[in-house]
């Protein structure tokens, strides 16, 4: 199973674009890459998602280089309400869901 | 429903007690799933039912954790004797199917203290 790494927490000013990495080393062939974002008190919600290259959506980018063994999720001018957890998950495609979301990224946004 | 439901959105039992955490998945979902969330934590996978059917029992920490699942639809997750250390916040999410391109929806959760 394909370990992530991200950074335990990041603070950003309101109005700033966010970037955050995750590595993962080991990921295999078929894996996905998909990233989560909580808020206090509520479950996950899903962000993005993406093989290979670049996926775009109107929350959010994720880059992944060509060698898949990290990714970038790209917060564009991050508003205080972008304060939260952000989980990097490698999702195996032979089970098709992530055994552990590990303590993710912590996000604080200030103005 | 719109969303995946949980019920009870909090719960306080007495250590040695059995408590039963239920979860209403969006219609439609062959997959479930159950996470655990301690404080400060991540998400720890507990079960995974495709259908009734649970392929996946791998992440249920002792024998005093059980669940099942009913018509393809509504899951409980059953903790018989709970423990101090079972305090946590207790996840439930479906999915369309088991694709790994195919995004979870996540319940509330379920807040469950034992003391």
């Known amino acids: 199973l394909a370990k992530t790494t991200q950074p335990i927490s990041m603070d950003s000013y309101e109005g700033q674009e966010v970037n955050i990495t995750c590595s993962h080393n080991n990921i295999a062939t078929n894996d996905y890459i998909t990233w989560y974002q909580q808020f206090p008190s509520q479950g996950p919600r899903f962000i993005i998602q993406?093989?290979?290259t670049k996926v775009t959506n109107e929350v959010a980018s994720l880059f992944i280089p060509a060698d898949r063994k990290s990714s970038t999720l790209s917060l564009p001018r991050v508003s205080l309400s972008d304060t939260a957890v952000y989980y990097c998950l490698v999702v195996p495609s032979n089970s098709g869901y992530a055994l552990n979301f590990g303590k993710g990224t912590s996000l604080l946004v200030t103005p | 429903g719109a969303g995946v439901s949980q019920s009870p959105s909090n719960k306080v039992t007495e250590k040695g007690k059995d408590v039963e955490l239920r979860c209403d998945p969006i219609s439609g979902h062959t997959a479930l799933y159950w996470y655990r969330q301690s404080l400060g934590q991540g998400l720890e996978f507990l079960i995974y039912?495709?259908?009734?059917?649970?392929?996946?029992k791998s992440g249920l920490p002792s024998d005093r954790f059980s669940a099942e699942r009913t018509g393809g639809s509504v899951s409980t997750l059953t903790i018989q004797r709970t423990q101090q250390e079972d305090s946590a916040v207790y996840l439930c999410?479906?999915?369309?199917?088991?694709?790994?391109?195919?995004?979870?929806?996540f319940g509330q959760g379920t807040r469950l203290t034992v003391v």
């Open positions: 039912f495709q259908g009734n059917s649970a392929p996946d």
């Open positions: 993406g093989y290979k």
């Open positions: 999410a479906s999915s369309y199917d088991r694709a790994a391109n195919t995004e979870a929806f």
